[in-house]
């Protein structure tokens, strides 16, 4: 979600009329957009905008478009004529398997100041980041004009075989040397990950203007205050994006006062101008209108909105989209801003139309009867997170590996991504998280009895499988095998669920005291007493003993039972 | 208050105390004679205080006793008596060496001795290479007589100090400067005496009823609780905390939730938690470099790498990506990565369960779906954030369902879960919802709370998933914000809790 600043007075200078911080707040709602903050002292005005597809809106020069039309003050949009230039980028072969499209432009005309420039680093910096997705899809670079020589080439070349000065450094570095030692070059070098040649811009003299998307030339791409002509270009992976972002961008700077002049990018014998200003057109049929919004709206009123919203309708009723927009994928994205022009709140409300009836699932109410038995039986219901790790899963419980935690083998499933070791892993048994539970209450009074029901995810033949299970523990001085074998023989006579318990080897329960449960051919639960080993990895100061139940199995039992009667 | 009914609720303890306070009146007196431990007498007081058949009077006393040097002196007698008495013997002018030998008296005693002596004009100190000492003729009297400290020590102890006499209170601030020898205490004690209620209870005879702290099953089987009175108890006296076990607090918080919803008619989903990108983004219509999607936004799954994925219904929702088939879309106009979209995450969103449910035969038209599921996101944890959460969301299907609609619910949700009557409705944007919207609602104490968002699913996402289009209305709520406001919590994290002292102890309402 990108947030921008900008400066109240500028705004309203864009704009055209005097507007309180509290309308801004309500008109930056029409572009699903929130007002943070106002800053009286230093004029400043914070907007976080939700919808990651309206990049035009992360400049002032956007916001006061938006706000024109919500007032009543621009119909549509109006249009950028692009003027004849002279310029041109010639695109060689080499930069298709790398960072295929470049586009630009010259603009000239004004003279830049500390706000425009503030503005337009903003932009540029959104651009790029948010919407190009930190530079990779598309980045942007601004030049004084003054200082190239067209026409400008892009070619892609061996990282050794170009070096110049970038920005913020003193010495001429290679390409290579860039992205190992400029902080920008070590933040973006991931674009670049296993290219054998890297992208470049030159002038006609051979001088370098940037290593695209990285960094510019210290000569050629720093802008000064006071300086009135630019060449700004857009390069990437994806066309259309990085054509959105120099129409973005020419819009912005016409509406300041610039004139847009237009560069010829040459590859091979295809010559294409750019910034393309494209138009799209769209069909909008207005029962659509009545379809999401259940509002009966003239052709007329429509019209209107849609010009508010700043769109054009042209005589044969069909919607054009202006060059800073391409987030309309369907008539009803158009339909969306009639709606939001029409104003969300005078549109009525109604009751829903049918009655359903609700319900959950037999799983989820047997869940819910455990739970109840667990209270009744005198445990305390705790709440874990999901995420663990496997030293609570694994090396507190003094188990070698993965598989023997439950009987038939499994393997934790772990995070590649994670943020913090203590959340690496998905649970994929509840004793260890009850264990990690008593271990933090040692000071409080004992008998401690506990149980916790909930998902445990683990990967089984290739497979994520999530399982439902109930645990208990029950920690206190004469806490023993008894205790949990009574809890499982009363869960089962209340399921009516036949079954047998076999001892078997397991290391987190001592040895003679540890016993799988079988219920219809299937290992449906565990018990025993915990191993004073765990006990005292964990730091636990009395006897505890667990049981834990596989949910799933028993209703798979259950049913089974039920069959048999 | 009636006397019968008072002396039925006499305790054993009472009933032993109370006659004897005719004669006795302090505590170690009342131990000795009842046969009860004092503190088992100080109990049988407080409770016959409270009941008014006895008051208490409380004296702050000043004992003395003997400490471990006046105990031996008053067997071996005094030091400096003992030194004079020696030097009785030897002569009236001796070495001190020499009468300390023969008194028994050690060095440290002995300048002791010299000072309490001189004082009393008892010997004079005749300096020269040894330190002679001289015995005047005060001093031979002196020790033939028992020393007034002598006769002090020879009383009886305990005693108070209030009782001595003159002289002895002379010897007792003597000795007191002495070390060890006396010890002077100040000491709080308890004396109980008879109010006329209690005079009139022993009157009335307190032996006469025989009563029973318990029923017995051998009264029960004998008969025997016929003829026995039980003591009748303070009902209103305190008696020690228990805990009980319960739900969890924030379980129950939700299973709330869930009736609410079950009750307004939507039925409940479950999904796994761990999921194909498929389900939890590329159903939804989530462009493959929709920024949620990257390594920021969502938990991938080590091992195993892909799960399954429908392949027909993967062809669909591919072709709805790239171009829009199957509705008037253009699509997203990119090259849907069908390997991509099989990779294993955490469910980031419960939305993933609504996706599932429109492509599953189960799906019935209308009909009213609810989750709350577990959905997880990479995040930095604070007092606000949790990388593992709760989602409370869910769609309605039906043919003819606007906008309208949708505020309509929402205003109910609003009722039912913010108990708020105002809610206001702004633009929003979800990459599935076309219209979006977002929910504030003015709850009655948290003011304007952001209760949740909502839309239309967008015809590119319900196309391929159910074949066909028709209107889903979708929403979520951002439960954990009324979740802490209704368990009076300020820390997400708490939500958690492995406290069990919260948990045993967090109110039930």
């Known amino acids: 979600m990108p947030t921008i600043t900008f400066s109240l007075k500028d705004l309203q200078e864009l704009v055209g009329k005097k507007l309180t911080p509290d309308e801004v ?51 549509g949009f109006s249009r950028v004529t692009l003027k004849k230039g002279e310029y041109s980028i010639i695109v060689d072969e080499s930069v298709e398997s790398v960072r295929p499209f470049v586009a630009g432009m010259v603009v000239k005309g004004k003279k830049i100041d500390e706000r425009l420039l ?53 010495k001429e570095m290679s390409l290579g040397e860039i992205l190992e030692e400029h902080p920008k070059g070590k933040e973006y070098a991931f674009i670049l990950k296993g290219k054998q040649l890297y992208p470049l811009l030159a002038d006609s003299k051979g001088k370098a203007l940037s290593f695209p998307p990285i960094i510019n030339s210290a000569e ?59 138009e799209e057109k769209i069909k909008v049929p207005p029962e659509h209108v009545k379809q999401l919004f259940g509002l009966e709206l003239g052709k007329g009123e429509i019209k209107t909105l849609l010009e508010k919203a700043g769109f054009e309708v042209n005589s044969s009723g069909t919607v054009i989209v202006p060059p800073y927009r391409r987030d309309i994928l369907h008539a009803y994205d158009v339909v969306e801003d009639i709606g939001i022009m029409h104003g969300y709140e005078s549109i009525g409300e109604k009751a829903l139309i049918s009655y359903t009836a609700g319900g959950t699932s037999p799983k989820a109410k047997l869940s819910n009867l455990l739970r109840e038995l667990a209270i009744g039986l005198g445990f305390q219901e705790v709440m874990s997170p999901v995420l663990s790790n496997k030293g609570i899963l694994h090396t507190n419980m003094s188990l070698g590996n993965d598989a023997e935690a439950w009987p038939g083998g499994f393997s934790t499933i772990e995070i590649e991504n994670f943020m913090s070791e203590t959340y690496s892993s998905v649970r994929s048994w509840l004793t260890p998280i009850l264990m990690e539970f008593l271990s933090k209450n040692n000071h409080v009074g004992y008998p401690q009895k506990i149980f916790e029901i909930g998902t445990a995810s683990v990967q089984q033949s290739g497979k994520a499988i999530d399982h439902e299970k109930i645990a208990f523990a029950a920690a206190h001085e004469k806490a023993g095998y008894t205790e949990v074998r009574q809890i499982l023989d009363y869960i ?59 949910v799933g199995e028993i209703l798979i039992a259950g049913m089974a039972t039920d069959n048999k009667r | 208050m009636d006397i019968k009914k008072l002396i039925s609720g006499l305790h054993t303890y009472e009933r032993k105390v109370l006659p004897l306070l005719e004669r006795f009146s302090s505590v170690p007196e009342l131990a000795e004679h009842s046969h009860l431990q004092e503190v088992e007498v100080m109990r049988a007081l407080q409770w016959m205080g409270n009941k008014n058949l006895i008051a208490l009077r409380e004296e702050q006393k000043e004992i003395i006793s003997l400490d471990k040097n006046g105990e031996a002196y008053k067997a071996q007698g005094l030091p400096e008596t003992r030194f004079l008495r020696a030097m009785s013997g030897i002569g009236r002018e001796a070495s001190l060496q020499e009468i300390a030998k023969a008194a028994k008296i050690g060095q440290e005693e002995i300048q002791i001795c010299l000072g309490a002596l001189r004082q009393k004009a008892a010997i004079t100190i005749k300096p ?52 060890s020898i006396i010890r002077l205490e100040t000491k709080k004690l308890k004396y109980a005496s008879l109010t006329p209620l209690g005079k009139e209870a022993l009157a009335y005879g307190i032996g006469k009823e025989s009563t029973s702290d318990r029923l017995t099953p051998a009264m029960l089987k004998s008969g025997a609780w016929e003829h026995t009175s039980f003591r009748s108890f303070d009902v209103a006296i305190n008696v020690p905390a228990i805990t009980a076990a319960r739900k969890h607090p924030y379980a129950r918080f939700l299973d709330e939730i869930r009736s609410r919803l079950i009750g307004l008619g939507f039925t409940e989903m479950f999904g796994p938690i761990v999921e194909t990108e498929f389900w939890d983004m590329d159903a939804l219509f989530m462009p493959q470099f929709h920024s949620a999607r990257d390594i920021h936004g969502a938990y991938f799954v080590k091992e195993p790498k892909y799960g399954s994925v429908p392949e027909e219904l993967m062809a669909r929702v591919k072709a709805s990506h790239e171009i829009g088939k199957g509705t008037t879309s253009r699509g997203w106009r990119y090259a849907f990565d069908a390997q991509r979209t099989k990779r294993n995450i955490l469910r980031t969103q419960g939305t993933a369960l609504s996706a599932r449910m429109l492509a599953s035969p189960e799906l019935k038209i209308p009909g009213k779906y609810f989750s709350i599921s577990r959905c997880f996101r990479p995040d930095v944890i604070d007092a606000t954030h949790l990388p593992d959460f709760n989602q409370v969301e869910g769609i309605i299907i039906e043919e003819g369902l606007t906008f309208q609609h949708l505020k309509g619910m929402l205003r109910m949700f609003a009722e039912e879960f913010a108990q708020a009557k105002e809610i206001k409705i702004k633009p929003g944007y979800f990459p599935f919802t076309e219209p979006s919207a977002e929910i504030m609602a003015k709850h009655p104490e948290l003011g304007w709370i952001e209760l949740g968002g909502s839309g239309i699913f967008r015809p590119e996402l319900v196309k391929p998933l159910l074949g066909k289009e028709i209107s889903v209305l979708a929403w979520g709520i951002g439960i954990d914000r009324i979740a802490m406001f209704n368990l009076g919590i300020k820390d997400i994290r708490q939500l958690f809790s492995h406290d069990l002292e919260y948990l045993r102890n967090a109110k039930a309402v």
């Open chain 1, 118 to 170: 503030k503005q337009l680093i903003q932009l540029q910096e959104k651009l790029c980041e948010s919407y190009g997705k930190r530079r990779s899809k598309v980045a942007m670079g601004i030049y004084p004009f003054d200082k190239i020589t067209f026409p400008v080439h892009y070619r892609a070349v061996k990282p050794e075989s170009a070096r110049f000065v970038p920005l913020d450094f003193s």
């Open chain 1, 220 to 278: 050629t791409g720093k802008i000064n205050i006071g300086e009135e002509r630019f060449f700004v270009e857009v390069t990437g992976t994806d066309r259309e994006a990085a054509e959105l972002c120099l129409n973005i961008a020419a819009y912005a700077l016409s509406e300041r006062g610039f004139e847009v002049y237009g560069v010829i990018v040459v590859q091979g014998n295809k010559k294409t101008i750019t910034p393309s200003l494209q």
């Open chain 1, 25 to 75: 707040g309500r008109l930056v709602e029409f572009g699903k957009g929130e007002m943070k903050q106002f800053t009286k002292e230093t004029d400043e005005v914070t907007v976080d905008f939700d919808d990651t597809n309206l990049p035009y809106l992360w400049s002032v020069e956007g916001v006061a478009r938006l706000f024109r039309g919500v007032l009543g003050m621009q119909k």
């Open chain 2, 128 to 179: 020269g290479k040894e330190l002679l000492a001289l015995m005047t003729s005060h001093g031979a009297e002196l020790a033939k007589k028992e020393s007034l400290e002598e006769q002090f020590l020879r009383r009886t102890f305990p005693c108070e100090r209030k009782d001595l006499r003159e002289e002895e209170l002379f010897a007792f601030e003597q000795l007191r400067r002495r070390k």
């Open chain 1, 492 to 550: 089962m006579r209340m399921l009516n669920i036949p079954f047998t318990v076999e001892e078997i080897e397991h290391g987190s329960f001592i040895p003679g005291r540890a016993g799988a449960v079988i219920a219809h051919g299937k290992t449906i639960a565990l018990l025993g007493e915990i191993h004073p080993k765990v006990l005292t990895r964990w730091g636990i100061i009395v006897p505890v003993a667990a049981v834990e139940i596989n």
